[in-house]
């Protein structure tokens, strides 16, 4: 059985990085189900992933992506796309 704590924290930053157990298994080339078995402590988390993500979403926090909707054209009218 995994550590629960740990698991929470992983779900926590699954959570934060708006990634599904899908695109984050794909990305670690592992199943889906393995990464929803580590939010539900189902399975122990590699510590690599688990600062992997970590590290993700920090970063993510500290430089999120522009906002579309306030992005202006080269006329300096707002975008309508």
Not at 13 to 21: E, G, H, R, T, Y
Not at 22 to 27: A, E, I, N, Q, S
Not at 57 to 63: A, D, P, Q, R
Request: charged letters at 25%.
């Amino acid at each position: 059985m995994a550590n629960k704590q740990l698991a929470e924290k992983f779900a926590r930053l699954v959570k934060a990085s708006q990634w599904s157990s899908y695109t984050l298994g794909k990305m670690l080339h592992c199943d889906p189900k393995t990464v929803s078995n580590w939010c539900n402590a189902e399975r122990s988390i590699p510590d690599e992933i688990l600062t992997w993500l970590e590290t993700v979403v920090t970063t993510i926090k500290k430089l999120p992506p522009p906002d579309f909707r306030t992005l202006r054209t080269a006329s300096g009218k707002p975008s309508r796309d």
